[in-house]
């Protein structure tokens, strides 16, 4: 099957970047789409950024303009570049991998988990 394994995550400080990566591994052709959710501590898990094998992407709201997703095919992995960090973006991310269907993503495969945490 499908294995997703996370790295990057970490402490940094209000205004500082971090680069999240997902490496995926097995049939890496039972999904088109990979991206990240995080979940907050009494908050529910969000979609924070995805993309498909073609390219296309979309983001939260609350992250546009500050975080950047990107794949390598070759090495079958996915990074989320986050710049401009804000305390409320202290979460947990999970990498996800799945299917885009007429629009909507089915998640298939998840990660572990990355702790992301910022200061004030």
């Known amino acids: 099957q499908v294995q997703l394994v996370e790295s990057g995550g970490g402490l940094v400080q209000a205004g500082g970047s971090l680069r999240l990566s997902c490496a995926a591994s097995?049939?890496?052709?039972?999904?088109?789409?990979m991206g990240w959710y995080r979940q907050a501590p009494g908050k529910q898990r969000e979609l924070v950024a995805a993309?498909?094998?073609?390219?296309?992407?979309n983001y939260a709201d609350s992250v546009k303009g500050r975080f950047t997703i990107s794949r390598d095919n070759a090495k079958n992995t996915v990074y989320l570049q986050m710049n401009k960090l804000k305390p409320e973006d202290t979460a947990v991310f999970y990498c996800?991998?799945?299917?885009?269907?007429?629009?909507?993503?089915?998640?298939?495969?998840w990660g572990q988990g990355t702790q992301v945490t910022v200061s004030s």
């Open positions: 996800a991998a799945g299917q885009t269907i007429r629009g909507a993503i089915k998640t298939d495969y």
């Open positions: 097995g049939n890496i052709f039972s999904f088109n789409t």
């Open positions: 993309i498909t094998s073609g390219g296309s992407t």
